[in-house]
């Protein structure tokens, strides 16, 4: 089957053989792929560009150039989910990531600064889940490698500044993302660009709602951005707000956790599996082991089946809290 890989492909494979920097080659690798139509024809060349990625981020890693401006690589995803931040210089980001992990970051009452992507876990129930503190997302010298990170992101948290006019603010890093090939689903982009968007679920997250005007500002946010995206008023400085913020990430991280036990066995609850929402029984079965998912003959579920032991196939659907015996 021929791939018809369209013009702009060769553009962004152009760029990659161009390419002198790390970020820069992730960058147009991940161009590549995003622009690449998805069918048979294209499934070796999509598992090459992908190996070939994964290697690039290996030897990104083992130059170990974190801490220089610009060789920056991106941050290694851990834990059940990837959180982004993005912002306007000082709206908080960092007050924010430290408020809810136990990172130790810079916060300061001048903007720019963050100059590197400092990712802290946060603890969720029995999960963990990475949060990354960003340069401001107008920092133009973070910019070949913001984009890398925006990409690989499972959430993105847009932080605004409620005492500073946040609708404005809010557009802006709208604008930005877009510039760098990311949107929030549902959102055209205001012209034709060669690469289409990367749509990621994002989070509005308004900051500082211990200051002056911040509620009627939030309010107003919320009347204009509430139908579109899920969010938030918090105050990082005072924490207050976070537990919501949490539970929304949770929410807008589109996940669930199942657990596993052996026949006649317990299952263990510390030890969730996490999955996508909407994930079946054979793509648990997967997840542990490629294998299993072919091997797999049926399921007894405790949870949403509709008595405890249930057999299911493996085209089940999970939900939040089943325990599953997988029987090969
Ligand atoms: N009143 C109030 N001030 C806050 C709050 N969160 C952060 N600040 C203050 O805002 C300033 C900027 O905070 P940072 O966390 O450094 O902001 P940032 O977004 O990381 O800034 P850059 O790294 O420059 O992009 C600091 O003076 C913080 O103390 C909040 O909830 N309320
Ligand atoms: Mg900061």
């Known amino acids: 089957m021929p791939a018809n890989l369209p013009p702009q492909y060769f553009e962004a494979e152009k760029r990659y053989r161009l390419a002198k920097s790390f970020p820069e080659k992730m960058e147009a690798l991940d161009d590549m792929l995003a622009i690449m139509p998805k069918h048979k024809g294209t499934d070796k060349l999509r598992a090459d560009l992908r190996r070939r990625l994964a290697k690039l981020s290996e030897e990104a890693e083992k130059k170990h150039a974190l801490g220089r401006r610009g060789g920056i690589y991106p941050i290694r995803k851990e834990g059940a989910g990837q959180v982004v931040l993005v912002g306007l210089p000082n709206v908080g980001k960092s007050q924010l990531v430290s408020a809810i992990t136990k990172a130790a970051l810079d916060v300061a009452d001048y903007p720019f600064t963050t100059q590197v992507p400092t990712p802290g876990m946060m603890m969720l129930e029995n999960i963990q889940i990475q949060l990354v503190d960003m340069p401001p997302i107008t920092d133009s010298a973070a910019r070949p490698w913001l984009s890398v990170m925006l990409r690989s992101a499972d959430v993105l948290l847009l932080v605004v500044d409620l005492a500073d006019n946040p609708a404005p603010q809010l557009e802006t890093v709208i604008a930005e993302l877009e510039g760098l ?17 990367m749509q990621k679920r994002c989070l509005i997250v308004g900051n500082k709602n211990d200051l002056g005007d911040s509620g009627r500002s939030y309010r107003a946010l919320e009347a204009q951005y509430g139908g579109e995206f899920p969010m938030v008023s918090i ?58 998912r072919y091997q797999l003959k049926y399921a007894q579920i405790w949870g949403s089946g509709k008595y405890d032991g249930q057999r299911v196939k493996r085209g089940h659907h999970l939900e939040d809290g089943d325990v599953i015996e997988l029987h090969l």
């Open 181 to 197: 090939r990311v949107g929030p689903p549902g959102r055209q982009p205001r012209e034709e660009a060669a690469t289409p968007l």
């Open 235 to 292: 105050s990082a400085k005072e924490g207050t707000g976070l537990e919501e913020l949490r539970s929304e990430i949770y929410r807008t991280l589109d996940i669930i956790r199942v657990y596993t036990k052996a026949p006649g066995g317990k299952a263990d609850l510390a030890e969730p599996v996490v999955l996508r929402k909407g994930s079946t029984v054979e793509d648990l079965a997967g997840s542990i082991h490629k294998d299993f």
